[in-house]
């Protein structure tokens, strides 16, 4: 990295979003590692309705934490977090899983990446590590990297992943229009992006082995996942594009 983007990464201010629904098995630990690898960033832990002492380990580990009082899924807790940072005037959003898949040492080739694009998208899929998605699932994933790769003018391997950066233009925007629907948390924000007329970029990242509970993916799930990405793209592309402008509040 050199001299000038680091200047750029270290005077912007950072806020890293964990969303987490009964990760209380894994999320004091992340948080630590977060602070640990991100010592200038701020740590806000979206509780999304957990039922477990998710807030309370997130709190042991240093988080800031917000708490909802129902479950709205990974796309309203991520909302919640572009809320919180636009009124409390960050310039990046990062998203980081409860479950210790990211890795916060990445998170810097994220923010680096911000100086020329809107939206930076941590991908699996990307020629680095051995993270490996199978049959219906791994298929809808390639369907839709296609499709969002010709949308955003530039080869996209993961427009499912979780683990992505937001410069100021997409916090702005996503606390206004962030969907909650199914996969609108991954697919939709990003056509939302490309939409608005953001520019997108990815980094190889490597996924981790989950730290700890139980992954909600299942045989039955993933063969449902293929429809339900399709739904979720094609939705995306017919819903009105959202506008961006100076007097947007939240």
């Known amino acids: 990295m050199d001299v000038v983007s680091t200047a750029a990464v270290d005077t912007r201010r950072v806020l890293i979003v964990l969303p987490a629904l009964n990760e209380e098995q894994n999320v004091e630990q992340v948080v630590t590692e977060v602070r640990e690898h991100l010592p200038t960033a701020d740590v806000l832990v979206v509780d999304d309705g957990s039922t477990d002492a998710t807030t309370d380990r997130a709190r042991a580990?240093?988080?800031?934490?917000?708490?909802?009082?129902v479950n709205l899924g990974v796309g309203g807790a991520m909302r919640t977090g572009f809320r919180y940072a636009l009124r409390r005037g960050y310039d990046v959003v990062v998203q980081v899983d409860a479950d210790g898949q990211h890795d916060p040492r990445n998170v810097a080739e994220l923010l680096e990446q911000l100086e020329d694009a809107d939206l930076v998208i941590g991908a699996r899929f990307a020629g680095r590590g051995s993270y490996v998605a199978k049959g219906p699932r791994r298929w809808a994933m390639w369907v839709l990297a296609f499709a969002l790769s010709r949308l955003a003018h530039t080869r996209l391997t993961d427009v499912t992943s979780g683990f992505r950066a937001a410069g100021p233009r997409a916090?702005?925007?996503?606390?206004?229009?962030?969907?909650?629907?199914y996969l609108g948390d991954t697919v939709e924000s990003l056509v939302i992006a490309m939409r608005a007329g953001f520019t997108v970029r990815q980094v190889p990242v490597e996924m981790r082995v989950r730290n700890g509970g139980t992954p909600s993916q299942t045989p039955v799930r993933a063969a449902v996942y293929l429809f339900r990405a399709g739904l979720a793209l094609l939705l995306a592309l017919v819903r009105r594009r959202p506008s961006l402008s100076a007097s947007d509040s939240v």
């Open 171 to 181: 916090v702005r925007l996503f606390a206004q229009h962030y969907p909650a629907e």
């Open 61 to 69: 580990g240093g988080a800031r934490v917000a708490r909802l009082a």
